[in-house]
């Protein structure tokens, strides 16, 4: 299987440290975009990324059928004009190898790849009090300081196994969606194995089954999925939306999830079924991760208003599968709609409606082990030639806590962070001055257009450094005041809504013995952006500032 260590890589060599004003941990869609913004304020800025290419998330997830949930002309940079109109997009719904094209092209055009090592992963971060500097060791025995440190290391980055015991019994082929090979990897012919119904499972099920002589689909939580209605863009509706695309922009920043949609503002319960159908069933057709959702207002905080919705869907699902009864096993019951990310699909009910596609409910009966040529539930054994692991990630905190990140007392974040994550504003962490995390735990991150919420993050960032540099300090540090009522905040916002009720990975529920806690901001995007702007207004409320000389005194 093409998986790589989570962070503990051997140390091979011993180097001279490099020194950096800021050195941004990740090559994705957030760490380009945050070393073109630093370099434009003159810092001497470089990328660490543990790939052998740039594009984070876009260059692991190589499974088939993947495909972003955001409409292309969407998801993308919004900071270079030029860039906009010169990069043509040709599907409603980006591949991954598009998407891959579009992020080595951003790296090139704006001359990024200069100041990027590749090939390299962070694995501790220690910062000194007297310096103001933190010291980054890595798996290839490279050493480099820096005064800023920034985290562009994804939300979904650290990719999970199933705890199955025996996997290393099995001898067939391995793939996790997450770590797929760049090679082409086919399953003709094959009896294939499929762990996972999240939106992974769901985009590559029907892919895998159209190309395997069997495919058994091992579900333990049937997933709520709509479809995607991806289709190519007409020349006319991009020319259109190129043509106003500054107004669009502004329109994501100050929409509640990055997507411009309108708000609702009548109540589900208060409509007759009629009404709520025809509403839910324009909402199926556009075809998009919002519309069903925002329908009315309570469908996330009633749980009979979001009944109705999931029942909606439910009845999808039974038009769309012929046997009953694996349409029944299809339908999701246990988690309110939309409390674990919903899913985009294209053709994914009907693919159990193939006579080579087997699907298996572990609530009935539960996997127990891998076997030297499948796996064994409770009920039966299984042989495969491959078995795909869809199986996620270790979300928001999995991928800093793969980094021995230390502050001035030698106190680890994943020490402070044992009870759940604690930010201010999801960009920052009292005790570990210089320390930004793009689109950390407590914002609005994975509740939202990503690209959105990543160029708020670096741009705000951006600023913070600019105001130290202009004004004259050293190092900015969170006070443990702010950071005390913005995790208050964030979990007071998120316990009025029906989050809290699934097991998620937004809460922490997938990773066994990760704390319960909802780990994103679920204020909107706009709202968040507000509070950001009126804290950069106020001269960094929350933040102590220090100017050299008063390092020592910490
Ligand atoms: O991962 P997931 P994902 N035994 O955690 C199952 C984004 N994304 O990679 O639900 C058996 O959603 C697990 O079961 P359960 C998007 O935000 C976006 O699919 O925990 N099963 C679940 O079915 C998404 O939400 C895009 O009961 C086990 C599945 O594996 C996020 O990434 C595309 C198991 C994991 O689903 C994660 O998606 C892809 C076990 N031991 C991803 N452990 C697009 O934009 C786990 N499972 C299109």
Excluded at 167 to 179: I, S, V
Excluded at 361 to 387: C, H, K, N, Q, W
């Amino acid at each position: 299987m093409s998986q790589v260590p989570d962070g503990d890589g051997p140390v091979t060599e011993n180097r001279a440290a490099e020194n950096y004003d800021a050195v941004i941990v990740g090559a994705g869609l957030a760490g380009l975009y945050q070393l073109y913004l630093l370099r434009q304020l003159g810092l001497h800025a470089r990328i660490i990324e543990a790939a052998d290419g740039v594009g984070g998330t876009w260059f692991w997830n190589r499974y088939p059928g993947a495909r972003c949930d955001v409409q292309s002309m969407s998801y993308s940079y919004s900071f270079s004009p030029e860039l906009e109109q010169e990069w043509e997009w040709t599907e409603k719904y980006p591949t991954q190898p598009e998407i891959l094209r579009y992020l080595n092209h951003v790296a090139e055009r704006f001359d990024l790849t200069r100041d990027i090592t590749l090939s390299t992963r962070v694995v501790s971060a220690q910062y000194d009090d007297a310096t103001a500097r933190w010291t980054l060791r890595t798996d290839t025995g490279s050493t480099m300081t820096a005064q800023f440190v920034i985290m562009a290391t994804g939300c979904l980055s650290a990719s999970k196994l199933p705890e199955i015991p025996g996997l290393e019994r099995y001898r067939g082929r391995k793939h996790h969606t997450a770590r797929w090979g760049k090679e082409e990897i086919r399953f003709d012919g094959l009896r294939v194995g499929v762990i996972g119904t999240g939106s992974s499972g769901i985009q590559s099920i029907p892919i895998i089954a159209e190309q395997a002589a069997d495919l058994t689909v091992f579900q333990r939580t049937p997933n709520f999925s709509m479809p995607a209605g991806n289709r190519p863009l007409e020349p006319g509706e991009v020319a259109e939306l190129k043509a106003s695309y500054r107004g669009w922009r502004e329109a994501q920043r100050t929409s509640r999830a990055g997507i411009p949609a309108p708000e609702a503002t009548e109540f589900a319960l208060a409509a007759s079924p009629g009404e709520r159908a025809a509403r839910y069933q324009a909402a199926w057709e556009k075809g998009d991760l919002v519309s069903l959702g925002g329908c009315y207002v309570d469908i996330l905080i009633d749980p009979a208003a979001n009944e109705t919705a999931a029942e909606f869907i439910r009845s999808k699902i039974r038009a769309v599968v012929h046997d009953p009864e694996t349409a029944e096993t299809l339908s999701p019951r246990t988690f309110p709609f939309g409390t674990k990310r919903p899913c985009l699909d294209t053709g994914y009910y009907a693919t159990f409606n193939r006579p080579n596609v087997h699907l298996v409910d572990l609530r009935m009966t539960p996997l127990i082990e891998f076997t030297e040529s499948g796996l064994r539930t409770s009920a039966a054994e299984y042989e495969f030639d491959a078995v795909v692991f869809a199986t996620g990630f270790d979300a928001m905190t999995g991928a800093l806590a793969a980094i021995d990140i230390r502050n001035g007392n030698g106190l680890s974040l994943s020490s402070v962070w044992t009870a759940g994550p604690r930010t201010y504003l999801g960009v920052a962490m009292a005790g570990f001055p210089n320390l930004f995390t793009i689109t950390g735990p407590g914002s609005p991150s994975v509740l939202s257009n990503m690209v959105v919420s990543i160029e708020q993050h670096v741009e705000w960032i951006s600023d913070l450094i600019a105001y130290l540099r202009e004004h004259g300090y050293a190092a900015a540090e969170v006070t443990a005041e702010a950071e005390e009522s913005w995790v208050t905040h964030v979990a007071e916002v998120g316990s009025l809504t029906l989050f809290p009720r699934a097991n998620s990975w937004y809460m922490g529920a997938n990773v066994p013995g990760k704390p319960r806690v909802f780990l994103p901001y679920i204020g909107g995007v706009g709202a968040f952006r507000q509070k950001c702007e009126e804290v950069a207004a106020s001269g960094y409320e929350g933040f102590t500032l220090r100017r050299a000389g008063e390092l020592a005194a910490v």
